[in-house]
């Protein structure tokens, strides 16, 4: 083999190792942001580790909202009409967030089987459920009807 030969398969595995490293850095990063969602029955059923990060989403159980009269601190019941778990969370909770309506939170499941949010977030509007919040639902038997009125027209789906 000459030179010139050996120097260009050099500069080839020295790209296509610099390629590798740099495909596996993004892997790595993918797998560390993931957020996966789980519904409540999912959550009861132990099928999330504690301290793992993840998304869970329902109804707001009618009746189960208690806030701190002291701090920002929040608990409440969210269910999926088959299992019911219970919500921690510390700040401001959105405009639009009420029992009886659907919400999605991101956060980790304690020990005692409590999730703790670090975000919550609210539907936007009446006829809005968030996909997976209706797919748990959906699953669960239990999605709720909804009306969507055009004008003087009420239209069902």
Known sequence: MTPKRKQRLLMVCL????V???VAFGVNAFKQNIMLFHSPSDVAAGAVEPGTPFRVGGMVIDGSVNRSSETLAVSFGLTDHAENITVSFEG???DLFREGQGIVAMGSIDDQGTFN???VL????ENYMPPEVAEALEKAGKMPGTAANYGSKTVQP
């Not at 790209?15 to 610099?18: E, N, Q």
């Not at 609210?122 to 509007?125: L, V």
Request: proline content about 6%; charged content about 20%.
């Open 20 to 22: 590798g490293v740099a």
């Open 92 to 94: 401001i909770l959105p």
């Open 15 to 18: 790209m296509l190792s610099g």
């Open 122 to 125: 609210a539907k936007h509007d």
């Open 117 to 119: 949010a670090t975000e």
